[in-house]
Structure formats: C-alpha cells, structure tokens
C-alpha cells in the first residue's frame, strides 16, 4: 500500500512516494623521577629526518617567538603543568622555565609578554638552584579591579628536595627581578603538583599525590595560598583529601591530577587519574577519571566521583570508535561484546571548568593490554583523544570523540632517557564560554611513534554545544614536525569573536633531550566564532548488491529517522551513532558510525530479501495526471511479473501509458488495462524468448493515471503481485 498526496496549491513539495604484533604502553615513570643537573651529551645515533616542503595551501602559518632556553629539555618533560600563563584582562602571558648554562638547568627564570604574546622580557632568574625546585609552575595574581600588569603580580610553586620541602614566591611584573623566596616544610610528596589561581579570591591551590619515596599516603596534598597584602607574597596552608587504595584497586600513586575552577570563582574540580574500585566495571584494570568538586571556592571538596567510560554504564562512543575490523584484529573472530571492553585512559590529561560550573577533560583512551593499566597499540592508531563533560542540558556526562590519534608516545635520546606522550590538555576563556582541546601526535609517513609531534587543537563552544573542525597547529610552520613537549596555557586570550590559545614548545637538537634547548612561543593560532559549526553532514549513500542505487529507504540515525528516500543528515555532533536502514523487499542493514569534526560519507550495499514489488509514492495537484512507478527488487532472476492494483474512486488509468523501464528490459513487453466492471489496473510484463529482466532492483514499469480535483492522501493498494 502506497499513498497519492494531492495539494491544493502549486507549493513545491519533496516527493514523499587473529591479534597483530603491537606495542603497549604503560604509565611514564621515567617523568616522575627525580631530575639532576644533566648537561653532557648522550651521543645518540639518529636518523636524518626531513621534514617535507613546506606549502602555504589554505592553512595559515603562525608565528613562533624565542622566548627562553635551558641546559636541557628535561623542564618541560613529565605531564604538562601550568608553566605557560595567560591573562586575557591584562594582556599578559608569563612563562616559568629551567635556565641554560650559565648559570644551569638547576636555576629557574620566568619570561613574560604584556602585549598578549607579541614581545617579551625574557629569563628573568627568579631562584637559584639552592631552592632544589622540582617541575616549578607559575601564575598571574591580579588584584580585583586591576587592569594594568604593572599593577599584577608573578607568583611561583614547587615542591623542592627534600621531598617535604617547597619553594613559593611572589614579584611584582614592573619589578621582575626582585622576587621573594620562601622555603618551607610541609606535607610530603615526591608527586608532580598541579598549580592554579582561583579567579575571583585570587587564592592560590596546588594538589598532588601524597607519596614518601613513591609510596602512596592514600592522601592527596591540597596546598592553599593566600595573598599577604602587608608581604606582597602569599601566606600558604596544606589540608590533605583522603583518597584511599582499594585491595582490588590500583596500589600506586594516582597517575595524574588536575584542579581548575568556573569563572565564578566557587565551582571548582580535583580531576584524577586512577583506579580505586570506583568504577567496577574497569576496577583492577583500568584508569579512569574520578572527581571531587568543591561549590565554596576550594575550602570544602565533596566525595570522589567516577566518570564511567566503558562497559554496560559507559559512553558509546568509547565502547564503538574502534571498528568491528580493528576488533577482529585485536581479538580475532568472534569479536566480543562491545560492554565487556575493558577501556583505560593514558597518564595525563587536561581540566576546565565552563561557565555552568560543569567540568571538562581532555585525554586519551584505549583498550588495556593483557596487564592491568597498560593501553594498548598507541603507536599503531588504536587510541583516541576524548571530550569527556557534564551536559548543562542534562547534567550528565557526555563524551565526543575529538580524534582518532595516529600515534601515542615517544622516545629521546639514546637511552630513552626522555620519553613524551599524547600530553593532551584543555585551555578555556576566562569568562568560560569556549574549551579547547589540544594534543601531541605524530604523522609523517615512515615514522610509527610520536617523535616528530605537531600540535592539533579542537574547540567546543559549552554554551551552544558547537565545536570545530580539528587543527593543526604547527603544520607548515618552524614549528611543523618538532613541536616537543608542546604546552597550551590554561585561559585563552578572547578579543570579540576570536579566541587566540597560547602555546610554548622546546626545540631537541638530534633528539638528544641532554643537549641545550631553545622555548618558542606561538603567539597567533586563534579560532573565530565562525569556525564553530553545531554538527557534520551525514550522508548515506544505499545500493544493491549490482551496487544500483536504491531509492525510497528508511534510515535512522540513533534517535533522529529521516523521511523516506531522504539519506543527508545534517548538524551531528561529534559522536558514535547507530544506524538502521529498511527498505521493503531488502534485508534491514544496521550499523555504527564514528562521527568526529568532518562530513561523513557512508555507503551501505543492502541484499535483497527475496521478491518484492513496490508502488513508489507520489506527490503531485490534485486534478493533474500523475505518472506511477512500480519498483521490483529481486534476488533471483525473473521472466516475468503480474501486478493487480486497485485504484481510488476519481483515479482513472491512461490507455496506453504503461511502459517498461528499457534499462532493465531486453525483449521484454507489457500491457495493462482496468479489470472489467473494477478498478482493479492489471499490469502484465513477459518475455517471448524467456529471457530474464535486468539487475536486482529499481523502477520495473510506470503508468499514467488522472487524478480527482480534491485535495488528500489517496492509497494504492497492491492486491495481487508476483513473478
């Protein structure tokens, strides 16, 4: 049964009628150990790596500004930390970083900018290396009210040796060279602290794991700053946050930790990565993020929460982004159920918190190896960079898968004594509108680890739910190919509808990670408002097996089914999808999709079920002459079909406008003709050779009929039809 619709009007109206040899990684220890003064070389044979003509094409190059140096590139080795500083009210970015010979890696100096990026005052030495300072990180403090950076002050943090010992101080931006140093006794830990400004109390909070040696306290050391106005510096308190092993859990330190607070100064997150039984179903396995939120500007941290990525309570779109081929390489055949996949996330990653007050991460995942806590093929493309956040929609959390990433870490020097990952990280706009996504990975053909990085960047706009396309940075840039320990600041300077996100990376002369380093700066990748779009186009492309189009199929897209016929789907946002396509006289065809930041074509044979005969529907005025196609699609060969339909009272068949369709005819003939005494239409169709028609779908035959002059939906109903 198929229907007519007649329109009174002349409105133009759409026709309705076995595993492979891989490497797995686990977490970086060799980033958490105790860095000496190392200035001679490690004399590592490498190979001549060009990288390859530079063209201009549609990509704008940025611009990289020198900006410091250090005896060596173990200053911004390890999880990336807050050393890169940006603040959009002043204009102002800082950068904190290990000095080179003279005076040695040992001693600490900051370079800053007050015209967003564009000149700066560099190595400005802020401690010497009595202070022991470990992995030093650095902020802005601006008084309420202050628009000037004379006016700001540059404040540091880091723990020193011995473990137990820190080194804080504060300088004023117009007086660079006359900093405070405080060396003090608290809580221990030999961990990698994490360090941020709150940005309406201006204090300060550091957290780290509580580890005595490497041994885990069960502890996380929350270090609390206060600005002393009477000192210019600030005054600093520890309260430790109980985040204790489990037996079944991860017996180890947390892998990383990441704190960051909303604009409104009160909703702030602790993220970890770890595994303390949280999440059952990864629990012994894998990492994954848990998180503690605090809605009185960091005094008070509520109980620990887990972000479920994998398993029956998990985000599709990690249990789908690896296809049923890459499963089946993995595992071989059959391939398991897609719930009992056991996900990790890597061993760093990036925190903001939006203007809703909802948390954002960025990091990457994969399947776990044999062992617990070892992701799985990340130098041969089984991982990915997601989105993880809480919806202000729903206030659940969602996932986007950002990136299919080509690689996962890699190795410099000639003993590896450096060794960098994905790095990803998540920067925002000070007032919270805008997230970007930002990560290291490798492409360059010959090359299967992520020893030549560029820098790729996504944004997600967390009031409308848009986002862009993927970037690279660096491509095509002095940078392109070497982005090493490439670094994103937390906020992002915004000027009307543009949105410039800072970057600093270190030049390794022949890989060598013991040899002299230079810091440059990209002073000028920025997205627009327009490069937000709300979603991709989804286009399906339906055939049959003789790879024939096929017309009028149902297709639905997870939650969202198009009118038949209509295979676009417009506005999809990041994601995994479902999808179901059903077209009468085939068998259904269902399927997943991984949907990142660009259009997506999908072409899909469907088989057919047997014989079917199908009456195209028709869209037309009422009162004017239609012409019917009748559609066949079959999966044995036929000579010959009858078809008997019965027309609406006011429908009247044209003698003689039945005719078959010469693509899919050889001597074929018809013939048709109204049922005496009914309105039964007989259609008729032989061969006088016996010969078989044409392909296994599409039109067979059409027909004229005339139409009453009112307005409605009239059925065709096909009473009697076969071969």
Known sequence: MKKIVLLATTIFAFMAVNSLPVQAFSQNKEALNLISEKTQSSNQVVNDLINPEQSSGNNKTVNVVAIGSSANAFGLSGAARNILWADNQLNTITFIHRMNNPPGSGNIAFSYSVDGGLTWNINNQILSSQYNARWPQGVIYNPTGNVLP??????????????????????????????????????????????????VSGNTFSVAAGTDEFVYSGDLVLTKGVFNIATNDFDYSQTLIPLPTHPQGNLEAPVDIRIAFAPDGLVGYISVLWDNMLDTHAGGQGYYPILFKTTDGGNTWDSPEAIIIGGSEGFSAVKNYLNDDELEDIFGSPIPDRNSLIFTTAYDHGLAVDVNGNPHIGVTVGLINTNPYIIYGGNDGYTATFHFYKSATTQAFEANLVNRNKTFRGYFGFNNELSEDNRTQVSVTQDGSKIFVSWLDTDFEGISDNTMPDIYCWGFDAMKQSFTHVAN????????FEAFNGT??????????????????????????LSPVDYKYINDFSFTDSDFI?????????????????????????????????????????GVYNYTIEKYGFNTYTGVVNITDQNETITVTLENSGFAMIIRDVTAIAGDDILVELEINNEDSFITFQADILLPDGFGFIEGSAQLNPERITDHSTTAHVLPETNILRCLALSLTNDSFIGNSGVIASFMLTTPTTPGIYELVLINGGQ
């Open 473 to 480: 940075v660096t491509q095509s840039s002095e940078a392109w």
């Open 534 to 574: 709300s979603g991709v186009t989804v286009d399906f492309i339906v055939q049959d097996i003789n790879n024939v189009p096929v017309a009028g199929a149902l297709i639905t897209l997870d939650d969202i089914t198009n009118p038949a016929g209509n295979y676009v789907f417009h506005n999809i946002t990041p």
């Open 488 to 513: 994103a600041s937390h906020y992002v300077f915004s000027n009307q509808n543009s949105y410039t996100i800072p970057f600093v990376y270190q030049t390794i002369t022949d890989f060598d990670p």
């Open 150 to 199: 004379e006016i700001a002050s540059f404040t540091y943090f880091s723990p020193s040796m011995p473990s137990g010992n820190y080194v804080s101080g504060t300088c004023n931006l117009n007086v660079p060279l006359n900093p405070t140093h405080n060396l003090w006794e608290g809580e221990i830990t030999d961990a990698i602290v994490n360090f941020i400004i709150n940005p």
